[in-house]
DNA sequence: ATACCTGTTTCCCG
DNA sequence: CCGGGAAACAGGTA
């Protein structure tokens, strides 16, 4: 499930453990995950301190040195979790980095996700400004619109260069809030307004998707209790997915169809072409 | 059994 | 060279 917010709550599960040295890493060798990265090389953690992490659209960047980063995707089902220091592994466990306490683990059944490693100090000198970065301005968002003008709105959205971290889910609620089909092409979009919706989703997702599950409440970060929350009812995510799922704002049955290749849900009500 | 999937990359087309 | 669409990746779930 992972998009922007559900990337930043897997992030801090194991930002958790800032400062802990990490005593061995055990990795799955055949693993699609490592792609171009070879699975022995992450053993040079060892011995290593997670010092601190950050992330960035969809990904995550665990650093352990100044040239050097464990930058992690979850691909369509990855999960960064903790458990118990003599944690049993699982099936597609690929990564585990095991400090004195615990178990931090990569788990991803796809194999969509990836691992790799960094040995420069910024590896992410040049990614674009996040929704959430007051970077992220009405100018750019109306350069990204101008440059695209035939691109239909979702998938601009969808695009990680103009909006890290939006993901399917996203796109539809956004979609949704401006009132327009995800279909609509970009020529003519005000760029104030997609801005801010973009902004009020990602903020939104970021406070009732990560915010719930690690506030002070200590056992949030406990090994087994991380319990994945959504947004709440009046937003569209609530009743995209259902079989007869009703639009939250007007009661009217929402469509589906493939938009901009994806899966998409909207209300043809409120949301004209 | 069959279809479906909160993501990205690659390839192919115009 | 660009943009856009489809396929591929892989395995669990409905």
């Known amino acids: ?63 352990f040195g100044p040239e050097l980063h464990l930058e992690v995707h979850l691909g369509m089902s990855g999960k960064l979790s903790v458990g118990p220091q003599d944690h049993k592994e699982q099936k597609h466990d690929h990564l585990i980095l095991h400090t004195s306490e615990a178990a931090l683990i990569f788990n991803d059944y796809r194999m969509f996700g990836r691992v790799m490693l960094h040995d420069c100090a910024n590896p992410w000198a040049d990614f674009p400004p996040q929704p959430q970065d007051s970077k992220f301005s009405v100018s750019r968002m109306r350069k990204l619109i101008e440059k695209h003008p035939k691109k ?52 939104g997702a970021i406070k009732h998707v990560a915010d719930k599950n690690t506030t002070a409440s200590v056992d949030g970060f406990a090994p087994g209790t991380y319990v994945a929350q959504v947004p709440p009812k009046n937003w569209l995510f609530q009743h995209r997915w259902k079989k007869g799922g009703h639009c939250p704002k007007c009661g009217d049955a929402l469509e589906r169809d493939t938009i901009a290749t994806r899966t998409t849900a909207w209300c043809p009500t409120c949301q004209q072409a």
């Open 1 to 63: 499930m992972p998009e922007l917010a559900e990337v930043e709550l897997a992030r801090r599960q194991w930002a958790a453990f800032h400062g802990e040295p990490i005593t061995r890493v055990t990795t799955h060798l055949k693993a699609r995950i490592y792609r171009d990265c070879p699975a022995p090389a992450l053993r040079v953690l060892e011995g290593l301190t997670l010092l601190r992490s950050r992330a960035h659209g969809k990904r995550m960047l665990f650093t």
């Open 152 to 203: 239909p709105l979702k998938a601009l959205l969808l695009d990680q260069n103009a909006c890290p971290g939006v993901g399917n889910w996203m796109a539809d609620e956004i979609c949704w809030r401006l009132g327009l089909h995800p279909g609509v092409p970009c020529l003519g979009l005000n760029p104030a307004l997609v801005r801010k919706e973009i902004r009020f989703v990602s903020l």
